[in-house]
């Protein structure tokens, strides 16, 4: 069910900038990673227990300075959109990775007109950082990325431990 709701957000919209659906096992093999490193994967399911979305916290970027900083992806079946899933799973990640000890949270949002997205990180505490402009083309266009950033438990105030 996850790839396949994600292979829907490749093939159709611009949350995400790959343009060919992975296949379940690179997409099992993404969720080993998460999995591995200890990282949160959340799934939502309806009540009938279908999957309805996933998201999950991925390392920022590979280099150790970053190690406190999480990047949060989202993605929903396109049936439970506008019904606050995206919200809930977001506070999920946020609540997950602050007991981790994560200090930050960036949101890489596809195409500055993705008001949903940006309208639910901003509801959650994120603040617009900046815009990359058309660094994506997808759909014939110019896609700009979106950036926002949220501080997780204590942030920047003081020193980790770990």
């Given at each position: 069910?996850?790839?396949?709701?994600?292979?829907?957000?490749?093939?159709?919209?611009?949350a995400s900038f790959e343009e060919t659906p992975p296949d379940?096992?690179?997409?099992?093999?993404?969720w080993q990673a998460i999995a591995e490193a200890g990282l949160p994967y959340v799934?939502?399911?309806?009540?009938?227990?279908?999957?309805?979305?996933?998201?999950?916290?991925?390392?920022?970027?590979?280099?150790?300075a970053y190690r406190f900083t999480v990047?949060?992806?989202?993605?929903?079946?396109?049936?439970?959109?506008?019904k606050g899933l995206g919200r809930a799973l977001l506070a999920r990640l946020i609540e997950d990775a602050t007991a981790l000890g994560k200090r930050q949270m960036i949101a890489?949002?596809?195409?500055?007109?993705?008001?949903?997205?940006?309208?639910v990180h901003k509801a959650l505490g994120f603040e617009l950082t900046g815009t990359f402009k058309a660094v994506g083309f997808k759909?014939?266009?110019?896609?700009?990325?979106?950036?926002?950033?949220?501080?997780?438990?204590?942030?920047?105030?003081?020193?980790?431990?770990n």
């Amino acid at each position: 069910a996850i790839q396949r709701i994600y292979a829907h957000h490749v093939r159709t919209g611009l949350a995400s900038f790959e343009e060919t659906p992975p296949d379940l096992a690179e997409m099992t093999r993404r969720w080993q990673a998460i999995a591995e490193a200890g990282l949160p994967y959340v799934v939502a399911r309806d009540a009938a227990g279908e999957i309805a979305g996933y998201a999950y916290a991925g390392a920022y970027r590979p280099r150790s300075a970053y190690r406190f900083t999480v990047e949060d992806s989202i993605y929903l079946d396109p049936r439970f959109v506008g019904k606050g899933l995206g919200r809930a799973l977001l506070a999920r990640l946020i609540e997950d990775a602050t007991a981790l000890g994560k200090r930050q949270m960036i949101a890489v949002i596809g195409d500055s007109a993705n008001h949903a997205s940006i309208g639910v990180h901003k509801a959650l505490g994120f603040e617009l950082t900046g815009t990359f402009k058309a660094v994506g083309f997808k759909f014939g266009r110019w896609v700009d990325s979106v950036l926002m950033q949220r501080s997780l438990g204590p942030g920047a105030t003081n020193t980790p431990t770990n």
